[in-house]
């Protein structure tokens, strides 16, 4: 339907011999944010796609697979290895907090996985997609630390629900949003995606891309927006464009 499609934030099922040639044309960036799919978002060449990689909250291996990685391998093979695949990277995620994970990662060990993720962004001269549930306080204080440094920085929040003045927060570090379905049939969703600016928001999928879910969701947030929903595509792909420009 519209010129120029994007899902900001999406993941790919990696493994199987799926048809893919719906998505042609499509400006995607993929997430592998478990260890088993690293390697394979990094072989994989069915479609033209942004590639981002990084330890997602959980530490699950992979999204099907509930096993866990200790502290200890993570900091001595794990997070090695990943720089291996961030030299051609296009950014790193989705990395972040989440509450309902605590009880077997700890806050205090999720904080330092993250903040250990955005020093490799630094290095590595990436930006960030951060998942954040209900960690919304503790994200913004180490946001804050991050971006009050020298270096320019770019991350991009991933299907957002915080309050409008956090929303109000991030946007002062420079913060990017992408919003789904999803987030755009909460209250919550709603509320953050009529307060970005459009040169910082953005659309995603958080699944598997599908032209028709995202024409689906870009007229539902032009509708949020009270937008044109062209014209609001188009700002979106600049968007895109701008967030994972490579530096």
């Not at 907090?97 to 590595?124: G, H």
């Given at each position: 339907?519209?010129?120029?499609?994007?899902?900001?934030?999406?993941?790919?099922?990696?493994?199987?011999?799926?048809?893919?040639?719906?998505?042609?044309?499509?400006?995607?960036?993929?997430?592998?944010?478990f260890v088993d799919e690293w390697?394979?978002?990094?072989?994989?060449?069915?479609?033209?796609?942004?590639?981002?990689?990084?330890?997602?909250?959980?530490?699950?291996?992979?999204?099907?697979?509930?096993?866990?990685?200790?502290?200890?391998?993570?900091?001595?093979?794990?997070?090695?290895?990943?720089?291996?695949?961030?030299?051609?990277?296009?950014?790193?995620?989705?990395?972040?907090?989440?509450?309902?994970?605590?009880?077997?990662?700890?806050?205090?060990?999720?904080?330092?996985?993250?903040?250990?993720?955005?020093?490799?962004?630094?290095?590595?001269?990436?930006?960030?997609?951060?998942?954040?549930?209900?960690?919304?306080?503790?994200?913004?204080?180490?946001?804050?630390?991050?971006?009050?440094?020298?270096?320019?920085?770019?991350?991009?929040?991933?299907?957002?629900?915080?309050?409008?003045?956090q929303v109000d927060c991030f946007?002062?570090?420079?913060?990017?949003?992408?919003?789904?379905?999803?987030?755009?049939?909460?209250?919550?969703?709603?509320?953050?995606?009529?307060?970005?600016?459009?040169?910082?928001?953005?659309?995603?999928?958080?699944?598997?891309?599908?032209?028709?879910?995202?024409?689906?969701?870009?007229?539902?947030?032009?509708?949020?927006?009270?937008?044109?929903?062209?014209?609001?595509?188009e700002n979106i792909y600049a968007?895109?464009?701008?967030?994972?420009?490579?530096?």
């Amino acid at each position: 339907m519209f010129i120029h499609q994007t899902d900001a934030h999406c993941h790919l099922n990696l493994t199987d011999d799926f048809d893919c040639s719906d998505l042609f044309g499509i400006n995607i960036c993929a997430s592998a944010c478990f260890v088993d799919e690293w390697k394979l978002l990094f072989d994989f060449e069915k479609l033209d796609v942004k590639k981002s990689y990084g330890v997602y909250p959980s530490l699950q291996k992979s999204s099907a697979d509930k096993t866990a990685i200790s502290e200890g391998e993570l900091f001595s093979k794990y997070l090695p290895t990943l720089q291996e695949f961030l030299i051609n990277a296009d950014a790193i995620g989705e990395i972040g907090l989440d509450k309902r994970f605590e009880n077997d990662v700890p806050a205090s060990l999720q904080e330092k996985i993250f903040c250990t993720q955005l020093e490799l962004a630094d290095k590595y001269n990436l930006p960030v997609v951060i998942h954040c549930v209900g960690k919304w306080g503790a994200l913004q204080d180490i946001l804050k630390s991050w971006v009050g440094r020298e270096k320019a920085k770019r991350f991009l929040l991933h299907a957002p629900n915080c309050s409008p003045e956090q929303v109000d927060c991030f946007l002062q570090m420079g913060g990017f949003f992408s919003f789904g379905e999803r987030e755009l049939l909460s209250e919550k969703g709603v509320c953050c995606a009529k307060k970005i600016p459009s040169d910082k928001i953005l659309i995603e999928s958080d699944s598997f891309p599908s032209r028709k879910i995202l024409d689906k969701t870009i007229l539902k947030l032009a509708e949020v927006r009270n937008e044109n929903a062209e014209d609001l595509s188009e700002n979106i792909y600049a968007n895109f464009l701008e967030f994972y420009k490579n530096e």
